[in-house]
């Protein structure tokens, strides 16, 4: 059979993106259908996204090490399969533990295919793998805006808004099919320069750096998840914003951190990785600040909101790709501890923040976020210096 382009894979894997985006977008406004299906309180549904979490938690610690074993199509493949049983499974759970069960089976599958999909474009385009990671997540935040304008449409037509989940449960499948026939792992290479990087791929979770870029990413993704979920009661609580206009304003902050990612695709191309996430980092930096002075401002404080979101676009493929690039001879480990890392951060910090807001106030909130984005530009510095140490090491 004739090789398949890069491209084409590259294509397949934002297709399989642009999927993921649209199911984590669609459940937030199908909580209450799903509530009603297992005859549970709001309340607790809710815990439906945290088995989700811890599902993908495990899958990403594990899925790293396991691509380096045995290769990113059995992991993708796989994952995908898992995604699309799970999301059927919960789609016909008529009680609260065998939904949380069948999320968490989801989460398995989800943790996966981001760790191999990752890992699949960076293989595909190492030249670019900055630009191409950006593109990448481009797909995940169209899809994770567009999943709730379809879910909003279908309910207001009569149709069960799980239609969503249903169409990513087929693709899935689809798309795992797809990926038996037509993808192909790289060799494993054998050259005498990986032999002499043994040392350093039994060390690699011994590495500074490593826990480093891990911290980068826990604390992204605990402000942006922060930010992001809870946008909207603080526009409320500070501003007075209405509820329905508040929604917009989270909608609106979704919608640039997506067009950071195109702007990153971009700036990519002058830019390291390590060079974006700085810029992203600064100016995420500046805007906390005019949040903190702002709040209880309506347009000042909107605008900001979106400028933050607009500079953490590139942070989570920019940090993927520094970590594929820096550690090549052990990209699945590395990568998938990296994004375990992050999803550490989105399980802990956004609750903690929504505590913050409803024990304290919005100025308060807004000084806890900001000092989490300070938090990010202490690790990119570190990561720098980190950096910089390692290549004069291996110089040597």
């Known amino acids: 059979m004739k090789k398949v382009s890069p491209k084409f894979i590259v294509a397949m894997t934002c297709l399989v993106f642009l ?3 649209l199911f984590n977008g669609s459940i937030g406004p ?4 799903l509530s009603a299906q297992t005859h549970s309180t709001l309340g607790a549904i809710g815990g439906v996204l945290t088995f989700l979490f811890m599902g993908a938690l495990i899958s990403m ?9 045995v290769g990113k199509k059995i992991v993708m493949v796989i994952s995908l399969f898992f995604l699309s049983a799970g999301l059927i499974g919960l789609c016909n759970a008529h009680s609260l533990p065998l939904m949380f069960f069948f999320f968490f089976f989801t989460g398995l599958g989800q943790g996966g295919m981001e760790v191999s999909g990752n890992l ?10 900055t630009g191409i990671m950006n593109l990448l997540h481009f797909f995940y935040g169209f899809g994770a805006f567009s999943g709730p304008a379809i879910t909003s449409l279908a309910i207001s037509n009569d149709i069960s808004g799980k239609v969503v989940l249903w169409f990513a449960a087929v693709l899935f499948a689809t798309l ?3 990926f038996i026939i037509l993808y192909t792992n790289k060799p494993i290479s054998t050259s005498p320069h990986l032999a002499e990087n043994k040392t ?5 979770y011994r590495s500074p750096l490593l826990w480093l870029t891990g911290g980068m990413l826990l604390t ?5 998840f922060g930010l992001g979920s809870w946008s909207t009661t603080f526009m409320e609580m500070s501003a007075r914003l209405p509820i329905q206009q508040g929604a917009l304003v989270t909608s609106a902050y979704w919608g640039f951190i997506t067009l950071g990612r195109l702007a990153g695709l971009v700036l990519s191309r002058k830019f390291s990785s390590l060079q974006l996430l700085g810029l992203a980092a600064i100016g995420a930096f500046f805007g906390g600040v005019g949040l903190v002075v702002f709040t209880g401002t309506t347009a000042a404080a909107i605008g900001i909101i979106m400028f ?6 590139t942070v989570y493929p920019s940090t993927i790709a520094f970590t594929s690039d820096t550690f090549i001879h052990d990209q699945g480990k590395a990568v998938g501890l990296v994004s375990t890392f992050g999803s550490i951060g989105g399980l802990t910090l956004p609750w903690l923040a929504g505590l913050i807001l409803e024990k304290q106030t919005p100025l308060v909130f807004v000084i806890f976020e900001t000092f989490i984005i300070v938090a990010m530009l202490a690790l990119y510095m570190g990561m720098k210096l980190s950096k910089k140490n390692k290549n004069q090491r291996d110089l040597v």
Request: glycine share 12%; proline share 4%.
């Open 308 to 313: 933050i979101g607009f500079c953490f676009g």
């Open 220 to 224: 992204y993704v605990g402000v942006e």
């Open 19 to 21: 999927v993921f985006g």
């Open 61 to 69: 610690f594990v899925a790293g090490p396991l691509t380096d074993r």
């Open 120 to 129: 699949v474009v960076a293989d595909a385009f190492p030249e670019n793998n």
């Open 200 to 204: 350093l791929t039994a060390s690699v």
């Open 176 to 178: 795992a099919v797809l």
């Open 30 to 33: 199908i909580v209450k259908e």
